[in-house]
């Protein structure tokens, strides 16, 4: 049978943490509803549905978005990666595992789209970008300090109500630590 | 939210096409802002022509010195790539002053020249607006207009432009370059927004139904010695209640270039070039900064509640002016 589809919905194929699934959609759903309420994929979380809380942050192809201003018939063809997708197994994703051994919540409704901006953080910052906050954004000054400073900034659109940013700041400074250390033990393997 | 249709434009005439065949068509980016005035009811469009997978998403430098930038090229990419950091420093920073980093991973320069002012009256469409629906008024003249407009606003619409990036993409003298079904265009962007006068809801001069595929800068020396500054009401991810893009070269104590526009006092990025004409030639020095920051501000008009800014942006000019001076006396 073909899918049930009309000018205003469309059967689509969302790829989310590397499963295909396919649903007809109506164009009005977002990403964060369709994730929640037809895919069971409640990790995600709705705050302000308004794109100024980041609860929902998602990464799409590796990028951090907030996934209730994204359009789910947008997302297709992307690579969607939700907090459910972000640990190896039984093995937590070393952010996870930062906010966990540092106490980076409380009541942990935001702590999903937290853990999901600190992995894009990360990343952002290995790549050299700078922020706000970076006192010269040339190209040839390299990297900043990811200095709590710099943390605080780069996060700033993952707002927590329960004001455990101290503990936030903390596990993203540790989780980047050992993140550039893998990189480090990483280069020196393949130099060896 | 009105039902609607979408999609998926893979080249500009096939974009241009898709949004001709319905007159409540509109393009759809980043989506930052129009899923968001979506849902509010203030925009209800019936059909959506996605063009994040145009081929317009590289930044390009010019055989003259100066940059050729998509415009579906990201807020995120562009602030990090790094001709932009390089060459105008201050257009990076304006960017990365702007939103979130999950937003300005969405969000594209086309849109970001497109977006509509957040004015409370404009996203509530309980409220009259006479930039949402003309003639029924403006309730922000006597009512909550704190971040409010002080030069060329009218009796009609007090709105401001929450753009960062247009406020550097004004100082350096950028271009819009933009595709449409009776050929390509192309309008400086200081000419770009309309003045308010009694028509607010006409924004732009983009001609209906066209596209906006490139901005261009023109090569700018001047502008790899500059600065955005930005004043919000908190530390990050606010827009602005008052905010500068400067470019300033001194040569044996005076101005050689001056380059300044200010954000959040307009309905548009608002190029200062009464300020930059007391600033060429002149002493590089405190009260040659603040004569050129009144001579500007002299046109401002405030509002009960927003004289404020009049000496926020005083104080902001000189500021931003005297750490360029100092870094060139280095």
Known sequence: MAPATSSTSSAITLNINGEKHHLPIDHRTTLLDALRERLDLTGTKKGCDQGQCGACTVLVDRRRVVSCLSLAVAAEGREITTIEGVAEGDELHPVQQAFLDLDGYQCGYCTPGQICSAIAVIEEHAAGWPSAVTDDPGPEAGPPPLTPDEIRERMSGNLCRCGAYVSIVRAVARAAESHAEHRAEAAKGTAA | ?330
Not at chain 2, 6 to 28: I, N
Not at chain 2, 153 to 179: E, I, K, N, Q, R
Not at chain 2, 211 to 217: A, E
Not at chain 2, 262 to 267: K, Q, R
């Open chain 2, 1 to 330: 939210m009105r039902e609607f249709g979408y999609q998926r434009a893979h080249d500009v005439t096939g974009a241009l096409a898709l949004l001709a065949a319905d007159p409540d068509a509109r393009f759809l980016g980043g989506g930052t802002n129009l899923v968001d005035l979506m849902k509010s009811g203030v925009e209800r469009p019936a059909r959506l022509v996605d063009v994040r997978d145009l081929p317009l998403d590289r930044v390009e430098p010019t055989a003259d010195g100066g940059l050729r930038i998509g415009a579906t090229v990201t807020n995120s990419d562009l602030a990090a790539h790094p001709e932009v950091r390089r060459r105008y420093p201050a257009l990076a920073q304006a960017v990365l002053a702007g939103a979130s980093g999950q937003l300005r991973n969405m969000a594209t320069v086309g849109g970001n020249l497109l977006q509509r002012t957040r004015c409370g009256y404009f996203t509530d469409v309980s409220k009259p607006c006479n930039k949402r629906v003309p003639g029924s008024g403006c309730p922000a003249v006597t009512g909550e207009h704190h971040n409010h407009a002080v030069l060329g606003a009218s009796g009609h619409c007090v709105a401001v432009h929450p753009s960062d990036m247009g406020v550097a993409l004004t100082a350096f003298d950028a271009v819009v370059s933009y595709a449409s079904a009776d050929g390509p265009g192309e309008t400086p962007l200081t000419d770009f927004y309309l003045p308010v006068g009694d028509t607010p809801h006409r924004e732009t001069a983009l001609p209906p139904g066209a596209l906006i595929t490139h901005v261009s800068l023109p090569a700018a020396p001047v502008a790899a010695r500059s600065r955005y500054r930005k004043v919000r009401e908190r530390a990050s991810y606010a827009f602005a209640i008052g905010s500068v893009a400067a470019a300033l070269t001194v040569e044996d104590g005076l101005v050689r270039e001056a380059r300044l526009a200010l954000g959040a006092v307009a309905s548009r990025p608002w190029r200062a070039r009464a300020a930059e004409a007391v600033l060429a030639g002149a002493p590089a020095d405190g009260a040659t900064f603040a004569a050129a920051a009144d001579a500007e501000l002299a046109a401002a008009r405030p509002l009960p509640d927003n004289g404020y800014k009049v000496t926020l942006m005083r104080n902001l000019v000189v500021s931003v002016l005297t750490e360029l001076a100092g870094r060139d006396a280095r």
